[in-house]
């Protein structure tokens, strides 16, 4: 054999191993590097998000842990009241009921004559936030006496089932919670009923707005303290609500801002001969030229509006007409009504004398009743908060309310509406916001939102224990901070930055620049593999 064809060149040998480690430094900065490096910096920052645990909400048991004192004259009967009481109520899925029996003595009640002695008897029972105590006593004129606190007073021929319904249309009201939960679960199945369509939504603050119009300045003189009226009626009233939400009180006057209707004439028999009828139908007509200068729209809050709208003479006396025909007024002076959701409006006519007296340059002059004026308003606002009048029960009274005041069962009642709606809206969103971010990869969760969402998760779950335990308030805050923290997270602005910005644009963007480095590297693989792998003869 030739020597010369035997010996390998040294520097082709060097050569070739200097291009192979060039080659594979190049692979290793590009694929090892580049590549890992591209890809973490273009991906979309999304923290772990508790999924299951969202997940499970779906199956988390909402029941309204309650206790029930009954207090009566003898153990017998006691025992027979607790017994058909809880057996009257135990379909009630969202109810729990702790039946409590006590005995007192007759002597007690029996020096008790006013409602006043009454409260002081049922203060030693030491009731907290939901708790009842149905407290039997032998002075009752009627067969019960619904007290301002958390007691309902029934004599000794009451019947069980009378204070089953006392209990179930005016305290529990369980029908208006399970419809809550379902309408808001499945809205396309459960239609909303009257008073979850006129209550307010759940928001942590509202503003409270109360507007004095006078469509004529020219003709009419209002003399009206709206500054008294709230310091003295509305702010003490909504004091009582604090744990609700946090409510601010507006005042404003407004002028020229006339009917946005023409009210029908109708003849009576009175000084002006004639009278105009608005009817019931065309009251919303009457919301939308207000809410244009009431100036609500300026805060992002929820604004619950009431509106004092002072009737010039030509338009004098002006009433409401019900769809029956009929006429619906609240004082000789005053028509009321109310928009759901929205707020209330109160008509207030000028005497009819002063309107016949009155020269056509002289200006008439209107001094409402304020507390007819503040006592409409408070009810209209009772009602769109979600506190309902109790229904009529033969036999059924109620302590008088003093100062317009809110009984604490009333109160406790709402904050059950309420903490069913916050728990039932913070679970649907925060179910929504898991789902829309397994679907769409390309929304950028950060440390906030995921903060955001766990808290909401935490808070949810633990509303829903508190209410299992009994503790109404702690539940009621729970669902609260639960509901904001929720759509906080939800409607939080890093969320949408990206996704102008998906995947296919991504790729389409950076191949170009990738592409051009990518294939001598890529082809470079090759010579490496032949290189280690192949045998020296067959590299060729």
């Known amino acids: 054999m030739d020597r010369e064809n035997t010996v390998i060149d040294y520097d082709t040998v060097v050569d070739e191993k200097y291009r192979i480690y060039a080659s594979i430094s190049f692979a290793v900065l590009l694929l090892g590097v580049g590549v890992p490096l591209w890809w973490h910096t273009t991906a979309m920052p999304r923290v772990p998000l508790p999924y299951a645990g969202i997940a499970r909400l779906s199956d988390l048991e909402v029941t309204v842990r309650t206790k029930l004192i009954v207090a009566a004259l003898s153990r017998d009967r006691a025992d027979t009241l607790a017994r058909d009481i809880t057996e009257a109520l135990k379909d009630i899925s969202i109810y729990r009921l702790d039946v409590v029996r006590r005995v007192i003595s007759s002597n007690l009640v029996g020096s008790a004559f006013t409602h006043h002695e ?32 958390r007691t309902v007073y029934f004599s ?29 679960t499945d809205p396309t199945v459960y239609n909303l009923d009257e008073e979850n369509r006129r209550r307010f939504p759940p928001s942590p603050a509202y503003d409270v707005s109360i507007s004095v119009v006078n469509p004529d300045p020219e003709k009419l003189t209002v003399l009206m303290d709206l500054r008294s009226m709230a310091e003295e009626y509305v702010e003490p009233f909504l004091g009582e609500l604090s744990i609700l939400s946090n409510f601010s009180v507006k005042s404003q006057w407004l002028y020229l ?34 809410e244009k200068k009431l100036a609500s729209q300026v805060s992002l809050r929820p604004t619950i509006n009431f509106v004092v709208y002072t009737v010039p003479c030509d338009n004098a006396p002006l009433h409401i007409y019900t769809r029956s025909g009929h006429r619906s007024k609240v004082n000789a002076n005053i028509e009321a009504f109310l928009s759901p959701r929205w707020g209330g409006v109160v008509l207030i006519n000028p005497p009819v004398e002063a ?27 009772k009602l769109l908060l979600g506190i309902p009048e109790p229904k009529f029960l033969n036999g059924v009274t109620t302590v008088p309310s003093v ?15 309420r903490t069913i709606e916050q728990l039932t809206s913070a679970k649907l969103t925060l179910q929504s916001l898991a789902r829309l971010l397994r679907e ?50 939800f409607s939080d602005p890093t969320l949408t930055a990206l996704l102008y910005f998906p995947e296919d644009q991504k790729f389409a963007v950076y191949t170009p620049l990738f592409l051009p480095a990518m294939v001598p590297v890529l082809l470079s693989l090759k010579n490496i593999y032949r290189y280690y792998f192949l045998p020296t003869t067959n590299r060729a």
């Open 118 to 149: 009454l409260e002081k008897i049922a203060s030693t029972f030491d009731l907290g936030v939901g708790q009842l105590l149905l407290l039997e006593t032998n002075n009752l004129n009627d067969a019960v006496l619904v007290g301002s606190k």
């Open 257 to 290: 801002l006339p009917l946005d209707v023409n009210p029908k004439r109708v003849p009576d028999s009175g000084p002006l001969g004639r009278h105009f009828a608005l009817p019931e139908d065309v009251l919303p007509q009457l919301v939308t030229p207000l």
């Open 440 to 489: 769409i990869g390309n929304i950028v969760v950060t440390d906030v939102v995921g903060d955001r969402i766990k808290t909401a998760l935490r808070l949810a779950e633990n509303s829903a224990r508190q209410l299992a335990y009994g503790d109404l308030a702690g539940a009621f805050l729970s669902s609260k901070e639960a509901f904001v923290t929720a759509e906080a997270a």
């Open 403 to 417: 100062g317009l005041k809110l009984r604490d069962w009333e109160v406790d009642a709402l904050l059950r509406v």
């Open 156 to 184: 000794t021929e009451t019947t069980s089932r009378t204070l089953t319904r006392v209990l179930s249309e005016w305290m529990l009201l369980e029908k208006s919670l399970i419809l809550t939960r379902n309408a808001l």
């Open 355 to 381: 309107c016949v007296a009155a020269k056509s340059n002289e200006p008439v002059a209107i001094v409402p009743e304020q507390t007819i004026v503040v006592g409409t308003f408070l009810t209209q606002l």
